[in-house]
């Protein structure tokens, strides 16, 4: 069982593509397995903020694809790097769940409650509240720049989707009156980079497997990898954009690989 596409890394998206919710979707532990067994270089990407990397590796482990959570790139650690990269040890206010807090905290920075700081972090955040909301507005009142994690408008889920970051970006620029200067997850070179970083090869050599149009195969697109959607996600068959885009491949299910 081998597969035949010619490219020596591969990144794959999580939600809606390697699992929903709890479930794996078929095929995608015989498909990974496949690519290691072949020597190709294999890498997961997460735009969701709410957990760590090692819980992704351990999710992923216990579906019974064995993962490190060096492996896993996700929106935090991007944003993370970025941030203490930019100004080191900075105070933050943070819309968002304790994954991403400690992983701030993790590269230096000051996460406070209060609206005395310098970034306002905004992330998909299922403990959002008006008390956040309106710590975000004053904060900005005193100076203090926007940041996100992601764009995403849902995330995929077994029972459907669910709200995610973009309702949150649009509540605080809504009070604000401000715009988000930069958000991070993909299509983000910024992701990107970090994903290449991991695998150690250039787009060249890489392709992308996502259910988004406006994520994954935009990012791919837009930056030199090939792409493959496949519609277990939130991507329906004949979605336009896909006509748009023309991603290399669609496919009903990740299990197609096996088939190409």
Avoid at 42 to 60: E, G, M
Avoid at 161 to 169: H, L, V
């Amino acid at each position: 069982m081998g597969i035949r596409l010619p490219y020596r890394g591969w990144l794959f998206d999580l939600d809606g593509t390697v699992y929903r919710g709890e479930r794996l979707v078929p095929g995608a532990a015989e498909v990974i397995a496949a690519l290691r067994a072949e020597g190709r270089r294999v890498a997961f990407l997460s735009n969701k903020p709410i957990q760590t990397r090692a819980d992704y590796a351990a999710k992923l482990t216990g579906l019974g694809i064995p993962t490190a959570a060096e492996e896993v790139v996700n929106s935090s650690l991007v944003l993370a790097r970025y941030l203490a990269r930019l100004d080191p040890g900075a105070p933050c206010f943070v819309i968002g769940e304790p994954p991403l807090i400690g992983e701030l905290r993790a590269h230096g920075l000051e996460v406070r409650d209060d609206d005395g700081v310098r970034w306002v972090v905004i992330a998909f955040d299922r403990t959002f509240t008006y008390a956040k909301l309106n710590t975000a507005l004053q904060a900005v009142r005193r100076g203090a720049r926007l940041i996100a994690t992601n764009p995403d408008r849902t995330c995929p889920v077994a029972e459907g989707e669910i709200p995610d970051c973009a309702g949150m970006i649009a509540a605080v620029e809504a009070v604000t009156g401000k715009a988000v200067e930069l958000v991070v997850g993909k299509p983000s070179p910024l992701m990107l980079e970090v994903a290449l970083e991991v695998l150690g090869l250039p787009p060249a050599e890489t392709v992308i497997v996502g259910d988004r149009i406006e994520t994954d195969v935009t990012m791919g697109k837009t930056l030199g990898l090939a792409t493959i959607l496949v519609l277990t996600g939130v991507t329906p068959p004949g979605d336009p954009r896909i006509d748009d885009l023309k991603p290399d491949h669609v496919l009903g299910s990740i299990r197609d690989l096996l088939a190409l």
